[in-house]
């Protein structure tokens, strides 16, 4: 069983990788976007046409593609004063529970999101000045909660064999 987590991890931790290039991507698309948007500005009295917009989006597409990555680097906030107390075992199990509510958690989030992309697609709904489709950008977040659902998945069973260990 060790052995099936260990793979699952190292599968885990290359997609999180994976998707946190183009998390950087876009990163840089938003310098660029930014700083064309202000050189415009200043010496050539035109700015960039949607630039507020497209950096909202952009902004969305580093938030969700970094997900993952962030959750493998333990980058997330985590208040451990009371676990900290705890033997280790127990606080194994309470890490196993948290793993299992984020992996409920972000598998109903991609789930409800394809969805919620469909509907969007479907209504034709796009953004005000630029006419950008909402869609894409919604299924992008629900593309990222996979990578997140496997590193959850992997640090639940884990934690499940360190409470079992004996």
Not at 89 to 107: D, E, H, K, P, Y
């Amino acid at each position: 069983m060790s052995r099936i987590v260990e793979r699952l991890e190292k599968f885990a931790d290359k997609s999180s990788r994976w998707v946190t290039v183009i998390a950087g991507i876009a990163l840089v698309g938003m310098l660029a976007i930014t700083i064309a948007d202000i050189v415009g500005i200043k010496l050539f009295s035109q700015p960039v046409p949607g630039a507020i917009e497209i950096v909202g989006y952009l902004g969305v597409l580093v938030t969700a593609f970094a997900l993952s990555y962030t959750l493998v680097e333990r980058g997330h906030v985590q208040v451990e004063f009371f676990t900290a107390r705890m033997p280790p075992r127990v606080q194994s199990a309470v890490s196993a529970f948290v793993s299992l509510l984020g992996l409920c958690l972000f598998a109903l989030l991609a789930w409800r999101s394809f969805e919620y992309a469909r509907i969007i697609q479907t209504t034709g709904q796009v953004s005000m000045t630029q006419r950008i489709p909402f869609h894409p950008f919604i299924c992008a977040i629900a593309f990222c909660c996979i990578p997140v659902c496997l590193v959850m998945l992997g640090q639940l069973l884990r934690a499940i064999l360190q409470v079992v260990k004996k």
